[in-house]
């Protein structure tokens, strides 16, 4: 089991996420443990990129509960296509949302937060939860972090 991430220190995002995906697997490895596991994600991203919030909601009896995450206190509850979430678990799809201010019927858990990204994650076809992801800068989020979160959240084993 690993116990320390390599940072690193590059400005680049995809050389970013070619450090960081295998020390997530390497967390992950052996751990069937789904709280650890999510834990840990949420903490290795944060970590990586320093971004404002970074966790999961999972599917519980038709709407999306809080789950392991890293940042301020966050939103407990989300309904079914309601704001980024809820409309990333309601499509079954990947949203990136370049100004929350933007998004028709976004949620703000924090004032802070200026764009996100919202990704599924999927069991047997089905979504059981999402990758949240907030930044306090505009247009963070682009299709590279799109492509290794979704290789990321792959990994996780419900």
């Not at 991430?5 to 751990?31: M, R, W």
């Not at 799109?146 to 792959?154: F, G, P, R």
Request: hydrophobic residues 45%; negative net charge.
């Amino acid at each position: 089991m690993a116990e320390d991430l390599n940072i690193t220190a590059s400005t680049d995002k995809t050389e970013q996420y070619t450090t960081l995906v295998p020390q997530i697997e390497a967390l992950l490895y052996g751990e069937p443990d789904l709280v650890a596991n999510l834990a840990n994600i949420s903490a290795a991203l944060k970590e990586q990129f320093k971004w404002f919030w970074v966790g999961f909601y999972l599917v519980k009896d038709n709407e999306l509960v809080l789950g392991p995450f890293q940042g301020p206190v966050a939103c407990t509850r989300i309904a079914l296509g309601k704001g980024v979430c809820g409309t990333a678990w309601q499509q079954a799809q990947t949203i990136i949302v370049p100004d929350v201010d933007a998004f028709p019927g976004h949620i703000a858990c924090s004032s802070l937060s200026r764009s996100e990204i919202v990704v599924p994650v999927f069991h047997n076809g089905e979504v059981v939860a999402v990758l949240d992801v907030d930044s306090e800068l505009l247009d963070q989020f682009n299709e590279t972090d799109a492509l290794y979160l979704e290789q990321i959240v792959k990994l996780v084993k419900f």
